[in-house]
């Protein structure tokens, strides 16, 4: 197996493909990258049994084959190396050596026979997203997926299509997440469940370009994303989500308008004297045109007093700030509204054109504090 | 104790005195700022019992007196306040109330009775020295002090002074680094050792501006920094340097100038291959107007040849890569001069004006290999 690569193509293949490659695992095959040069193409493929990434870049093959190499000190060597010709010579025991004019790097390799190769799925419905709106909609949600695997559907975020609508959803034990994008046509249903682990890969390796586009594939088990050069397959989680809009509710008694910025700064300062054994809340003071914050703990205490815009009732709700701050971060506007009714009920984060709703429970606190 | 200050002074305060705040001590009290307000005056000391720094800032003090503060703490809450006008209260029960607008934050401190106050030398026989120099020096020597603390002159650095020259030396069992720097002014002799460890962190707080000055003031067990608004006091190391001028030879049998980039690069890949167990060495094959470099492990093998200008006999020799990676990177020379005698005997790198003088041990090899 003999090719020859440009350095930075192979180190954009490279850098896009490690996103699957296992670090812990008990295959370790799953360590190496994939290659296979033939027709004038170099593959490159990593695969962590849930998450598989394939990228194709122009070669020149003087002589065909496959081959497994440790990923890590692929990538090591060719980000070292210059950004000239590459030539790879893999001999018949797998040895590989990766020479660069007179630089000459030699590794062992292993055959290609027992990597476990993605199966691509039919390129059929074909539903087409911007790689800008992609990333943002999972920057936007991720961050309230569940860690705990014991209810994995919950360690999976959920995408709907409805129409020319994506509602991507996420949600744990404590918070929801909801976002709407507009789609450019209207495509058949879509109802599947994208593990969360598998979106946070693809949203580093999504490009931030409002210009490009992603290709979707769906099928009752995998979903598959196309751009450019590369596709991403992840397996999906085979469960049904669970129903969201039952847990929703437009009925508030407190609603409030506030300034972004200043409530992050207020919640960001607040959680230094948040310690996770303790669980103290901040709790929001609310009076006429006026939010008072308070976080005691007993590292210290922290207060603020912020203007807010206020319709309804005077109300004290305790929250964990941590998941406040989560929300703020996903927020773009630069005020926002919050929606409350007391204090045991969901409190709602909403967009007032339906493109998020974020509901955060409160926590219990001792008033008398 | 009631004062006012700026938060971006107090900010930079911080930001160097944290440098001498202990993170692992049996004494809780160097976690603590110390923090002493009179006079228009903040004072704000760190000392980790071997290294201490005094800065000094503007304020406008109601009530003078004094307080320990956790150094952390108090950092994360500075930073997160804006820049502005800062209210520091603190009560006799050394409550500290620390408020900014309508922002209140509150932590406990305790008294400023046991704190360990630095104790300023006598400001006489200054020696001054500009920031960058200073700086530069110490980077360009710092990684050839030992980490081995049975051998304690080792873990510092030797200062000297010899009229208007400053020589600095460092060395531990398998190499050694010497630079000398001009002074402006002729001053009487210096031969102190500085540990290592407050090098590291005062070469943090230098500036890197050739127009600005540090003063040197040394005791027999004390060398005091001081610069704008800070004094920086470290401990000497109380014993002899060793007679590094014994060990330098100027005799060779091979001499070879070679592009410090190229080698770079060629080291850099090669250490890719190193592993700490192995202890491989990387070859140098040097013959007419070349250098053939060889490394060879169980993890792979990196071959590669460099142009070199030759005088002298041909030589194979084995080196240790990080020690000649750490040495190429102290100097800002294009092109450096090697000199070599035999496969035993050490190697030094070398500047014609005598700035820098650096030597390295090779490293026993199978030739046969």
Redesign the interface.
Known sequence: MIFHCQQNEIVNAINTGIKAISTRTTMPILECFYLEASNDELKITSNNMELGIKTTIPARVEESGTVCLNAK?LS??IH???DEMIRFNINDSFMAVISCG???????GQSGDDYPLLTEIEREKCITISSLGLKDIIRQTIFSISDNETTKVLTGEHFEINGDELRVSACDTHRIAIRKMQLKESYDAVDVVIPGKSLIELNKILESDAEKNVNLFVTNNTVMFEMDNTIILSRLIEAKYLNINQMISNDFETKIVVNKKKLY??L??AT?FARESERKPIIFNIYDERMALNMNST???????LDIEKEGKNLMIGFNPKFFIDVIRAIDDEEITIYMTNQKAPCYIRSNDGSYNYLVLPVQFNASV
């Open positions: 000190m090591d060597i070292k190396l210059p007179k630089i000459k790097m030699t590794i062992g700064d207020c960001d300062r230094l590292i210290g205490t922290a207060d603020d007093e």
